[in-house]
């Protein structure tokens, strides 16, 4: 059988619809983006000030030399740190073959795009899919993956790496040949997550011996990719030959979990998790409560979230008992999925009854953030956004600002990436007073929500007036980077990004850990990874029983080795770094008594 359409893109719903040809009202934006879509150019962003603010869209380095053909679009981008990025894509070739390619940004400068190497050689087809995913680690360490079409017309799962800045050559999905025995069109990666350089892990769908379409996994260790399985557990779950791996997110390596559906004996569409432990996959399991809830038979799970091993949390949708989109979130607590409930205070808001969570990031043990889409009493479609704080989900809100730009009652929260907890980036699109498409962004700092604002640039470059932000990325130090779609005045669709570096301030407080193991010594050592406000650690500052400050001997290095201290005397000792803007918050006391 051939996948529902909502799955050809998992994370962009194109027009989410079971085998029951039930459908779902989503984006516009998703029925208009695909591959092989006529595109002209691609568009990155220059570095932006380092006070947070969006940058403006720059033409992708080099991309006029490799798409010779009808055009190519951005689909993915991934963040490791502030100007260190990469990003895949498809464009189409002077054969009008379209291939995948990928650019790398290395401090905030991005590099010229290159084919993805080897994918031609694997494209006979000459189609890649509509979803290329990738993730970066570190500067120049990422892992992509996606589909493309074999010499007889088949779709296949294809991986590549790249390694100290240097891309590999791309392979397809080891064991998937002997997964994918039905063929068409069913066999598809569309997950990928990597937790360091060379462990990752991915998955997605193959089409059986049987006809039925069922899920996959594969994981990636020390660089090298292993074999292709079914999902463990799926088997049983999926009698009705419907299932899909959606989402994967790994938070540290052999630890992962992934999010799909299944086609249950009724051929209802029900929503499975599956949890891999120290590199073992365990089974599949029914996502705990959402059949309850799911009294409609088709949810749709659209991305998966960990901020550690075991605490996790899934969103998407499901239909009620009168067939209407409801949105959901489950968490995952020490290893324990607990029961999935309908996003609180949505019911308020979807008063026209289609609401849907499209993003969600979880960046500490039950502190989440979620945007998606309702529809409002007057039919139009609203965006919406909800935290989640020490295990509580609070009350969902529509973005802020979104109403006073979305004057033409169309507007979505497609996409929404956290740099630490309450600090986070969100945007899609709205439909302006004219019935134009325009893309925007909004973020929260500390919490709280700020307004939304179109773009920077974006109305410049939308001469066809149909734009939005697909996607967002941010890293750990704050800086973030987005893609998405734009038309040009020949009404061709278009790929831009755009990026905010992270606001620079002083670090946050360090973890130290005091031993004296000779006399008269003592040495300092930072434990665990210290906040650096955005800007590199210049060096650290001791104080000794509440003492002034003094530098370090040992400048920025994380340990700090103090002498001629008194032989058997207690003291008590604070640390602090340093960056380009000040001194940071001092470390707890750390008593110690000298040997």
């Known amino acids: 059988m051939n996948l529902p359409r909502s799955f050809e893109a998992p994370h962009r719903l194109g027009r989410a619809q079971s085998h029951r040809s039930r459908q779902f009202r989503l984006p516009r934006v998703f029925l208009t983006i695909a591959v092989s879509s006529a595109i002209a150019s691609v568009f990155f962003v220059s570095s932006a000030q380092a006070d947070g603010t969006w940058g403006t869209a720059i033409e992708v380095?080099?991309?006029?030399?490799?798409?010779?053909?009808?055009?190519?679009?951005?689909?993915?981008?991934?963040?490791s740190s502030d100007g260190n990025c990469g990003a895949i894509g498809g464009y189409t070739d002077a054969a009008n073959a379209v291939q995948a390619f990928v650019s790398s940004e290395t401090n905030g400068t991005w590099g010229v795009a290159i084919p993805v190497p080897g994918i031609s050689t694997l494209n006979f087809g000459g189609a890649v899919g509509?979803?290329?995913?990738?993730?970066?680690?570190?500067?120049?360490?990422?892992?992509?993956?996606?589909?493309?079409?074999?010499?007889?017309k088949n779709t296949q799962a294809f991986v590549a790496n790249?390694?100290?800045?240097?891309?590999?050559?791309?392979?397809e999905v080891p064991g998937f040949a002997a997964l994918n025995t039905g063929g068409g069109t069913s066999g598809q990666l569309f997950a990928l997550s990597c937790s360091s350089a060379g462990n990752c892990s991915a998955g997605g769908t193959y089409n059986d011996s049987s006809s039925k379409v069922q899920s996959f996994v594969v994981s990636e260790t020390n660089g090298t990719w292993g074999t292709a399985e079914e999902v463990p557990g799926t088997a049983a779950l999926n009698v009705g030959g419907a299932g899909i791996l959606t989402s994967m997110n790994c938070s540290s390596n052999?630890?992962?979990?992934?999010?799909?559906?299944?086609?249950?004996?009724?051929?209802?569409?029900?929503?499975?998790?599956?949890?891999?432990?120290?590199?073992?996959?365990?089974?599949?399991?029914?996502?705990?409560?959402?059949?309850?809830?799911?009294?409609?038979?088709?949810?749709?799970?659209?991305?998966?979230?960990?901020?550690?091993?075991?605490?996790?949390?899934?969103?998407?949708?499901?239909?009620d008992g009168s067939n209407n989109p409801q949105a959901y979130v489950a968490n995952e607590t020490n290893g324990t999925w607990g029961g999935a409930l309908e996003v609180p205070g949505t019911s308020q808001l979807n008063v026209g009854n289609t609401a849907i969570v499209y993003s969600i990031q979880c960046r500490a043990a039950g502190s989440c953030s979620a945007g998606g889409t309702y529809t409002d009493a007057s039919t139009n479609t609203q965006g919406f956004l909800v935290d989640e704080t020490n295990g509580t989900w609070g009350t969902a809100v529509e973005v802020p600002g979104l109403a006073a730009l979305n004057a033409g009652g169309s507007a979505d929260v497609y996409t929404l990436s956290c740099g630490s907890v309450g600090n986070c980036s969100a945007g899609g699109d709205y439909a302006d007073a004219l019935g134009n498409f325009q893309g925007y962004v909004v973020s929260e700092t500390g919490g709280t929500w700020g307004v939304a604002a179109e773009i920077p640039g974006l109305g410049a470059l939308n001469a066809g007036e149909s734009a939005a932000l697909i996607s967002v990325s941010c890293s750990l130090d704050g800086s973030c980077s987005g893609g998405?779609?734009?038309?040009?005045?020949?009404?061709?669709?278009?790929?831009?990004?755009?990026?905010?570096?992270?606001?620079?301030?002083?670090?946050?407080?360090?973890?130290?850990?005091?031993?004296?193991?000779?006399?008269?010594?003592?040495?300092?050592?930072?434990?665990?990874?210290?906040?650096?406000?955005?800007?590199?650690?210049t060096d650290y500052q001791y104080s000794i029983n509440g003492g002034g400050w003094k530098n370090s001997p040992s400048g920025n290095s994380r340990t700090v080795r103090l002498s001629h201290l008194a032989s058997g005397r207690t003291y008590r000792i604070k640390l602090r770094a340093s960056n380009e803007i000040g001194q940071g918050k001092p470390s707890s006391t750390t008593v110690v008594k000298i040997k």
Not at 64 to 72: L, P
């Open 254 to 319: 052999g630890n992962c979990s992934g999010a799909g559906v299944y086609a249950d004996s009724s051929s209802l569409i029900q929503g499975y998790v599956v949890n891999e432990t120290n590199g073992t996959w365990g089974s599949a399991a029914a996502a705990p409560g959402l059949a309850a809830l799911n009294a409609g038979g088709y949810t749709v799970p659209v991305q998966v979230s960990c901020s550690s091993a075991g605490n996790c949390a899934v969103a998407g949708a499901y239909t």
């Open 484 to 537: 998405g779609t734009y038309t040009d005045a020949s009404n061709n669709p278009q790929g831009f990004f755009v990026s905010a570096a992270a606001d620079v301030f002083v670090p946050g407080s360090p973890s130290v850990r005091a031993k004296s193991t000779s006399k008269g010594v003592v040495t300092l050592s930072v434990t665990g990874t210290t906040p650096n406000g955005g800007s590199p650690i």
């Open 130 to 152: 509509n979803l290329l995913v990738i993730s970066c680690t570190s500067t120049g360490n990422c892992s992509a993956g996606g589909t493309y079409t074999d010499v007889s």
């Open 61 to 79: 380095p080099g991309f006029a030399s490799i798409s010779t053909g009808a055009g190519a679009v951005v689909n993915t981008v991934s963040c």
């Open 162 to 171: 790249e390694t100290n800045g240097t891309w590999g050559t791309a392979i």
